[in-house]
């Protein structure tokens, strides 16, 4: 049996975030809550929304640094 390499792109973390599947900050690695279209990490103030009314989901990442 050999061993299978585990990782994912950028890409898949995204679209793994906006699913709902992780609930893992991409920046800090704390829980994110999702709300109102919006996905955000209270920890460190990262915000990810997806663009609506479009075929391939648009992203955009916001983030602040303190």
Do not use: K, N
Request: a negative charge; charged letters at 20%.
């Amino acid at each position: 049996m050999g061993v299978a390499s585990f990782h994912r792109t950028l890409e898949q973390e995204l679209q793994a975030l906006l699913r709902g599947v992780s609930l893992e900050c991409l920046v800090c690695g704390e829980f994110v809550l999702h709300g109102g279209g919006m996905i955000t990490c209270p920890e460190c103030g990262s915000s990810l929304r997806g663009e609506l009314g479009s075929e391939e989901p648009q992203l955009q990442f916001d983030t602040q640094t303190g």
